[in-house]
């Protein structure tokens, strides 16, 4: 069975975020004051063949905590849809 | 009212994705060749202050087609979600 899984790899909320900052900065400068709390993340989307459900979650999570993200600075969740 | 934004970020599908690649190739060095077509984009999080969801989700489409994606390289999603 395939399966699709989507990893959102986020920093954690005390990791500082350079990138969202200058997002910020630049929303802010466009006149769009309404604006806060700006993170940039990663999504990972990937194609894996495995035989159920339960077993294409376990294998996306190990990569994900091994190779995707880095448990140090980030946090990651994982969604998993099964294709056709 | 304040929303939460979250704006999904991907290279077009006929757009070229080291990165992607590059995990590809790790994870099949790894030992698993059940892996294939992983892409890898931008998840951007952001917090507004806006009068109703259809104001919000209309100037978030906006920020996202101006300044967050890049359309002629990478198509976009939005999610939108009321914070208490």
């Known amino acids: 069975m395939k399966f699709k899984a989507s990893v959102n790899v986020m920093l954690k909320p ?3 975020d350079p990138q969202g900052a200058t997002l910020e900065r630049a929303l802010k400068s466009m006149g769009h004051r309404n604006v806060s709390s700006i993170r940039v ?32 600075m980030e946090n990651y969740s994982l969604t998993l849809e099964k294709l056709p």
Do not use: F, H, R, Y
């Open 41 to 72: 993340g990663k999504l990972i989307e990937l194609t894996m063949d495995c035989e159920n459900q339960e077993a294409a979650a376990k294998l996306a999570d190990d990569w994900a905590d091994k190779l995707l993200a880095n448990p140090n």
């Open 14 to 16: 005390s990791v500082l």
